[in-house]
């Protein structure tokens, strides 16, 4: 898995790409502690390239998703592929985060 970061005006965009296993989503979390914040509203996770997310992914995206809130950011994933999308809402992420399938 790679992840490529791009701010757009208030929008922190973030596309996975691959798969997401252990190190992948340690090494994200790392960029994550290097990012500013100062006048982003939203994080986007970009999954149109991503092929799959291990359960160290998943809570990864839990725990940015509470720092976020806690600086009033909200976080969203998008492009899910359907594959993905049924194992999030089945680990009921869908009532967490708001999910936008392709």
Not at 23 to 37: D, G, I, T, V, Y
Not at 40 to 56: C, Q, R, Y
Request: glycine share 4%; with cysteine; proline share 3%.
């Amino acid at each position: 898995m790679a992840f490529r970061i791009e701010r757009q005006g208030e929008v922190l965009r973030i596309h996975l790409q691959g798969r997401m296993d252990k190190e992948e989503a340690q090494a994200l979390e790392h960029q994550w502690r290097q990012l500013e914040f100062d006048g982003v509203s939203s994080v986007a996770f970009d999954l149109s390239s991503a092929a799959s997310l291990s359960s160290t992914a998943i809570g990864k995206l839990l725990a940015f998703n509470r720092e976020a809130e806690k600086r009033g950011i909200r976080v969203c994933l998008e492009q899910v592929p359907p594959e993905i999308y049924q194992v999030l809402r089945m680990v009921r992420l869908h009532e967490v985060l708001p999910i936008q399938c392709r």
